[in-house]
């Protein structure tokens, strides 16, 4: 069982509607969440944290966290072809001990807005 | 600005050759990593480091090396001995201790072998 996992997609949404990802984790202990936007040929640009169990909104975008079922989503609302991109789950796990930092990435959802 | 400078943004390396990585962070980052993406998948880590002269290997690190003698640079060494070394290589930066914090990430560097 891969430690992160998420859909690979391509995931296609028509202009304006809600787009949804997804992301399970392995690991129980995880504490913090993060999802990353990466453009074809760019690298990836992080676009949401989230750390307690319930919703976080930052403009468009929302991230959803259920520590129970392990499992994390992102929300994007009125989607545009400039959030055409593929989007990576990030966690860090609790084996990894306090003081450090290490993410374990899944390997990305494709989304692809339609104009 | 801050942020996180790699060098150079293309490469190509002959066969049996050395080549080296440059990442430099303007942050005041305590953690440095390095990344490998081929195409269509997702990140496998290289080496990291949490502190200055102190680094730990990932989960890809055979054919790597790396140095940290200053807080702000983390080169990353390909050596001969990896095999099959062209890929899309990031490196990335965070704070340490704490709540963590996401990474951010220098804009890569494209590696080919000719």
């Known amino acids: 069982q891969k430690e992160v996992e998420q859909n690979s997609g391509p995931l296609s949404v028509p202009e304006g509607a809600i787009a949804s990802l997804n992301c399970t984790y392995s690991d129980r202990g995880s504490q913090s969440f993060f999802w990353y936007r990466q453009y074809s040929g760019k690298s990836p640009e992080l676009i949401m944290s989230i750390y307690s169990n319930g919703d976080k909104e930052d403009g468009r975008f929302t991230a959803q966290l259920n520590k129970a079922s392990q499992y994390v989503s992102l929300l994007i609302r009125d989607s545009q072809p400039s959030d055409s991109a593929t989007y990576l789950c990030a966690v860090k796990g609790s084996s990894y001990g306090g003081a450090t930092n290490k993410l374990i990435f899944g390997t990305g959802t494709l989304l692809a807005v339609q104009p | 600005d801050g942020g996180i400078t790699q060098s150079p943004k293309y490469l190509f390396r002959k066969e049996g050759q050395n080549v080296t990585l440059s990442c430099e962070q303007n942050?005041?980052?305590?953690?440095m990593y390095w990344y490998r993406q081929d195409p269509g998948q997702g990140l496998r880590l290289i080496y990291y480091s949490q502190i200055v002269n102190d680094f730990q290997k990932g989960d890809i690190a055979e054919g790597y090396s790396v140095s940290r003698e200053k807080k702000e640079s983390f080169p990353l060494t390909v050596t001969s001995a990896q095999k099959n070394p062209t890929a899309f290589y990031l490196c990335?930066?965070?704070?340490?201790?704490?709540?963590?914090?996401?990474?951010?990430f220098g804009s890569g560097t494209r590696l080919t072998v000719v």
């Open positions: 942050l005041n980052h305590d953690a």
């Open positions: 990335a930066s965070s704070w340490t201790g704490g709540q963590p914090y996401g990474y951010t």
